[in-house]
């Protein structure tokens, strides 16, 4: 259910895309119950997709059915990837926070301490080789550097 509050600022939100079209216009058409019982971002989104549509010429186009009420679902295949520890403090193993880490085998270890996820001693020196190995003092501001002239 749309707030008062909520339908305020998506009219000013889109006054801004669509000049043309006033606040109390706007008002209006979010209050509509057709309108008003949907989702916030359903409306917010619908509204932008109308404002920002060259053939549409007033916000009472979204009682129609259309492509406007679509934009703000969002498909499975749509969604970003799902990473596997959403919460750095989630246990590494079975992935599951410390309260529900059923411990079957294994200790509670956060992702964040995990060892198996650091650098190696081998490849720490193998960095630190290759710092030394392309390591240039720097001048001092103060030095004048050599130049034959």
């Known amino acids: 259910m749309l707030t008062k509050l909520q339908a305020e600022r998506i009219a000013g939100a889109i006054q801004l895309l669509q000049p043309n079209w006033t606040i109390p216009q706007l008002m209006g058409v ?5 309108i008003k019982n949907r989702p916030p971002a359903d409306i917010a989104s619908c509204l ?3 404002a920002t549509d060259g053939e549409t010429k007033q916000p009472t186009r979204a009682f129609e059915p259309g492509i406007w009420w679509s934009t703000a679902t969002v498909r499975t295949e749509q969604q970003g990837p799902t990473y596997r520890h959403a919460d750095p403090r989630d246990c590494g193993v079975c992935n599951k926070p410390e ?8 200790d509670y270890t956060p992702v964040f301490v995990r060892r198996d996820d650091r650098a190696t001693p081998d490849l720490i020196a193998r960095v630190r080789q290759a710092a030394i190995d392309n390591h240039q003092p720097l001048k001092r501001l103060d030095e004048k550097e050599n130049t034959d002239e």
């Open 99 to 106: 309260s529900e880490c059923l411990k079957d085998g294994h």
């Open 48 to 50: 932008a997709f109308l």
């Open 30 to 34: 979010m209050a509509d119950p057709r």
